[in-house]
């Protein structure tokens, strides 16, 4: 009888240590988080600017010579 008793506390504390030690649900990796700035005359947070879109880059226009037009050029 005291055996019995002993196993089901055994299974029932096991069981609770498991379910503390088990990884919580939000296993995925942390965000990190910018500072916010603080204005120099009230202390308050300030709302960052919005960055303006750089244009893309531009084709290039001018071909680059290879060694061997280089030589052909030299040997002129």
Do not use: W, Y
């Not at 504390?13 to 965000?31: A, F, H, M, P, Y």
């Amino acid at each position: 009888m005291a055996d019995l008793l002993g196993n089901i506390v055994k299974d029932v504390v096991e069981g609770v240590l498991k379910e503390i030690l088990k990884k919580s649900n939000r296993s995925g990796t942390t965000r990190r988080r910018k500072r916010q700035t603080r204005s120099a005359t009230t202390g308050r947070f300030v709302r960052k600017t919005t960055k303006r879109v750089k244009a893309p880059a531009r084709k290039q226009v001018s071909r680059r010579r290879t060694t061997a037009k280089r030589s052909r050029q030299r040997s002129r």
